[in-house]
Structures are given as structure tokens and as C-alpha cells.
């Protein structure tokens, strides 16, 4: 495994590759979810290439980007362990030298559910995919359905400006009590990673209730939320039922509906989702 740190390193190596390139950006601290999205690429690809990058201006704070879980030691051992071809772990000025001023904006699908929330997080990732895709110039690259709004805002920009590269969804990888992987979960104590499965529970209670035939997203969503003040360590930033490929509000689900969560326990923030598909 090759372990580049420059952007004239990375190019030169891909200009080497005959074949596809799968590419699966990253900001370390790698879980299973991760290793999901490697998995696939490997069955896909000739070449896989991962990026580990903590994208600043994607956060919120200069807090939150400090806190943020880090181990490259970890990560290069377990991306070995997959046998990956390429990591490109680029330091901060490589790919933000001074003077840096250009920005990809998303418009109007950046705005919902997340980008309400957090202002400005899908312009920061807006701005280093179409970064990391230039440089990389993957052939296909690896997203989760975790980050489903990521996805959506992505596979815009791609299309919107004629990005070559597929974008390949993989589904989200849960703990063993539902809990979707995330590096963040690494930042809760003991009682609040006990406390996180409410996320799920929550989503389940939507599940249940659209298998049973109930179609009004108030009825679901309040039933959802009922569910969430159930843990006193949860509070809730949004429940939402919003159709799936433009986050449109659906008060009655009769097509393919996201059902997408935001709730802060203790001072982490964790998001989940999941698709209820319309009867058959
Ligand atoms: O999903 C993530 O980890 C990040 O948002 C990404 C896509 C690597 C961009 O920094």
C-alpha cells in the first residue's frame, strides 16, 4: 500500500493505473461502515484509492473540527489490512494553500434538513469532493446512505457539472443495537453510547408503522418523536419525513420517502436514516 501525501504524487500514480479506480473519500478515524464502502470498491474497481482528510470547513466550529476523532496509525493499518492500493492523506495546506477563494455551492437541496441545521457544511463538502475528484479522477467513488442528504448533494453536483465519476450509494452498516457506524460515536461515554440506540428505535417505530399501513407523516413523525423523549439524554434537532431525491416535504407517504433524524446527545451530534418504500 502507497501512502501519498502530495497532489503531484497522487497524479502520478493514477496516471500509472490501466483499468477503473474506485475512490472512497474519508476523514479517518475508519470504522465498518468504511470498510463497507472499501469492500465494495475492490469488488468493482481494478484500483482503490482512499482519501483521509478532516475537511475543515465542513464544520460547524473550530471546536468540533478540533475534537474530531483522529488515529492514522489505525486507519493505515486497517486500510493495509484490506489490501488498498493508495491512501492520500494530504496535510491542510496541500489542498487549502493561502490565498484559497473558490467555493461549490449546491443550492437548493444543500438547504433542507442538514444545511438548516448547519450552514455552510455542504458547501465544505461540496468543495472538497470536487476537489479530491480532480485530483483522483476515480472512476466510481463509494458514499453511505448513513449521510443520505451527502449523497443527494453529491450526485447534484456531479451531474450539474458534468463530473465523470459514478457514485456508487452502499447501505449503512449498523451496531449490533441498531446504532449506525459513525466515527462520532467514538465521542460519546458509556451511558450516552447506551442511549444512542433511541436513534433506531426511533426509525423503527416509522418502519412499523408504514408496514402496518399508516401513510400520514404527522401521525409518524409524532410517534417518532414520542419515541426520542423517552431518553432523557436526547434532545432533538429534527424529525423529518421528506421525499427521497429531493427532501420535498411529503405529508402523505405515496412514493419513496427519506425519514431522516438529527438529535444531540450530551454534546455529540448524530444523525440517522431510513427509505419507506410506497406498497407495492
Ligand atoms: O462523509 C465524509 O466523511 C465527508 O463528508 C467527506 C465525503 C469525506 C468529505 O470530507
Redesign the pocket.
Known sequence: MDVVSTITAIRDKRRGIMGSVGFI???GALHDGHLALVREAKRNDTVVIV?I???QP?FDSQQDFARYPRDLKRDLELLEREKIDFVFVPPCEEIYPAGFNTWVEVKQISKELEGRARPGHFC??AT??TK?FNIIQPTRAY??QK?AQ?VLV?SKMVTDLNIDVEIIVVPTLREADGLAMS?RNLLLNARERQAASILYRALTVARQMHNRGTVDSAEIRNAMISCLKQEPLVTIEYVEITTADTLDELPIIDRTALVSLAVRIGSVRLIDNILLYPPK
Open positions: 473519500p474519508t476523514m482519501s482528510f478532516v475537511n465542513q465544505g463538502v472538497i469532493v479530491l458514499f453511505g449521510d451527502q453529491i466515527s
